[in-house]
């Protein structure tokens, strides 16, 4: 992901059309003359960037809608009832998780008053404990086994 970004960062400002400085101009107007450019270009990306996820919201509220249409009561009450479940599976999952996180940054914040050599074991006994939680064991299955966030 890191090179991704680096790739992305060196193409961005070659894209951007950064005028050339003239002989006889002060460089403090040729900073404040491209630096006018690169704003101008960086507000015509963001408002590209809100209009497609306007445009997108709407596509989506639409296939919704299209979809909701063609249910029945029972059909829209079934999957109502599957999002509930899903979010409180969710919401229970998080919680955990959260438990799990605290409870490492508490065991972490108390391993400090200890010398080296035991502060290594106890560092270490706590991710194995961690790696080994059944909500963060989930966690890592549910990640390896989903495609791709950018795969279509």
Request: glycine share 2%.
């Amino acid at each position: 992901m890191i090179k991704e970004v680096v790739r992305l960062e060196t193409e961005y400002w070659q894209l951007l059309e950064v005028p050339r400085q003239e002989k006889q101009e002060p460089v403090l107007a040729y900073v404040l003359r491209a630096s006018s450019i690169v704003e101008k270009s960086q507000r015509s990306h963001e408002q590209a960037e809100k209009t497609n996820r306007a445009d997108q919201e709407e596509e989506r509220q639409r296939e919704n809608a299209q979809r909701l249409n063609g249910m029945t009561t029972s059909q829209i009450l079934e999957e109502n009832h599957s999002l509930i479940n899903e979010l409180y599976r969710l919401l229970r999952k998080y919680s955990s998780l959260r438990t799990l996180m605290r409870e490492l940054k508490d065991d972490y914040g108390e391993s400090k008053m200890y010398p080296i050599v035991p502060r290594y074991f106890m560092l270490k006994d706590m991710i194995h404990d961690v790696m080994r939680d059944p909500a963060f064991m989930e966690l890592c299955q549910e990640v390896t086994q989903s495609p791709p966030a950018g795969a279509s």
